[in-house]
């Protein structure tokens, strides 16, 4: 299998390169895991005219058409498995990725590329196709659709009245107003004729059947279990029922005082809807399998961990709030746990996983590029110079970070120092969030290219013990 973390030589090649090479081998076997492509191959099989996937069958012969729909950053790999798997028993597909690879292959699906985290004309156009494609269906067609996080943005809809335009400033504005994503859903998911469920209720309104495969990125999720019996509670993406109101649309403009910046077609809209205009909330003849939620990232990089030999805790997988703050947290454990031995005690590895988010209320603050892991492993740096050894990565589990090309970054000990003989100002970057350019002049950027799977973010510590 083809390594996940693409610059691992490079990220190795200096600074405390024990530490760095524990943090990147337990993120790489971490990644590997997580592949939605294997995780769909290892339930899902055709024999003859009947599809086994888990607990459940169904007979093809059956079905007049098979439709294959997707969105997600990691939309490629699960398109892929469902692609390879029907073979010629697939009608049709559509998916919506982030970003198309080389080593993306499909038989019978069409691949657009959606924009993320702002829409774009691909994923518009895209959708119109998914919708006609739909409402030409009927009682006799199976529609088998697989969505992982990011899917808010690449199947970029919006209702008549909201331009394209409007939602790409909706969604620009609620990012950088430091609100959280069960928050910016709320309003995003109220403009959609695709997102908060309305795909499904679109695929109900023709009478077809709907197979369902996601992934969940929402931060309180519980762990999978067995990933081959339906999920009874999904919920909240295009094909799934909402959690969010109206009413907690209206209640984030009002908390974030937002009503000025966002479209006035947006705020006129979602101010004076009525009842009929609610997202669904119930879809009890369709069938879903969860292939990953938020916490597994750290239950299988704390199992992969211990079979190296370190112990390891999880911190949390609710991990929420400002990324540079976190960056500065995470090195005051790092000095606890080498000092004091608290929580843990050294060598050891802490993890955690989550979505923290960075507040931009002016865009004049920003001189380049950056994301939330760049940020966050940025900012651990300045402290981590004081604790010996430590390394901390932080990485968009999908594979890219923020508005870069890149999944990440990894700093230890020593960063701090090589930024300042690179010429680097740590604090500048980190004020005017161009993470991203100091990180790649340090050789801290990771990447990896799309990983198949979309757990938010991932991040891993590692602690070793100093002599006295």
Not at 193 to 198: F, H, R, S, V, Y
Not at 221 to 229: A, C
Not at 425 to 435: I, K, M, N, P, Q
Request: glycine share 10%; net charge negative; hydrophobic share 35%.
């Amino acid at each position: 299998m083809a390594k996940k973390i693409k610059n691992y030589d490079l990220l190795t090649a200096h600074g405390d390169v024990k530490s760095r090479k524990i943090v990147l081998d337990i993120t790489e076997k971490t990644l590997q895991k997580l592949d939605a492509y294997n995780r769909i191959k290892s339930i899902m099989h055709l024999e003859g005219d009947i599809l086994h996937i888990g607990t459940k069958t169904w007979d093809l012969s059956k079905k007049r058409n098979v439709y294959l729909l997707g969105a997600g950053k990691a939309c490629n790999h699960m398109a892929m498995a469902v692609d390879e798997i029907l073979g010629d028993r697939l009608t049709k597909g559509i998916a919506i990725v982030k970003v198309a690879e080389e080593t993306d292959h499909f038989r019978k699906t069409e691949v657009y590329v959606g924009g993320h985290p702002l829409p774009n004309e691909a994923g518009y156009e895209a959708c119109q196709k998914i919708l006609k494609l739909v409402d030409n269906g009927g009682p006799d067609d199976l529609f088998i659709a697989v969505i992982s996080g990011g899917s808010s943005a690449l199947m970029s809809c919006p209702i008549e009245g909201i331009t394209l335009e409007d939602e790409i400033k909706t969604t620009d504005v609620m990012l950088k107003s430091g609100a959280g994503i069960y928050e910016i859903n709320a309003i995003r998911r109220h403009i959609s004729a695709m997102n908060g469920g309305m795909l499904a209720k679109r695929i109900q309104s023709v009478g077809a059947e709907l197979i369902g495969f996601g992934i969940s990125d929402a931060v309180g999720n519980p762990s999978t279990g067995d990933i081959g019996i339906p999920y009874e509670k999904y919920a909240s993406t295009p094909i799934g029922p909402d959690k969010t109101t109206l009413e907690d649309a209206r209640r984030v403009i009002r908390d974030y005082d937002v009503a000025d910046r966002l479209p006035k077609s947006v705020v006129d809209y979602l101010m004076h809807a009525g009842p009929d205009k609610e997202t669904p909330k119930a879809f009890p003849d369709n069938t879903y399998f969860l292939l990953n939620t938020l916490p597994d990232s750290c239950i299988y990089a704390k199992e992969i961990a211990e079979e190296m030999g370190i112990e390891a805790i999880i911190l949390s997988s609710f991990l929420e709030g400002e990324s540079r703050d976190a960056g500065s947290f995470f090195a005051s454990i790092a000095r606890e746990v080498q000092a004091y031995g608290n929580p843990v005690k050294a060598p050891c590895v802490i993890l955690s996983s989550g979505e923290t988010t960075t507040k931009i209320l002016d865009n004049k603050e920003i001189t380049g590029h950056g994301g939330p892991g760049q940020e966050l492993t940025l900012s651990f740096s300045i402290l981590a110079a004081k604790t010996r050894g430590a390394c901390m990565l932080s990485i968009d589990s999908e594979g890219t970070d923020g508005t870069t090309p890149v999944a990440g970054g990894i700093c230890d000990s020593t960063s701090y120092q090589r930024a300042k003989e690179k010429g680097v100002d740590v604090y500048s970057s980190l004020r005017g969030h161009a993470c991203y350019e100091a990180l790649s002049a340090m050789g801290d950027a990771v990447f990896t290219g799309n990983t198949g799977t979309n757990l938010c973010d991932f991040n891993v510590l590692y602690i070793p013990k100093t002599e006295d």
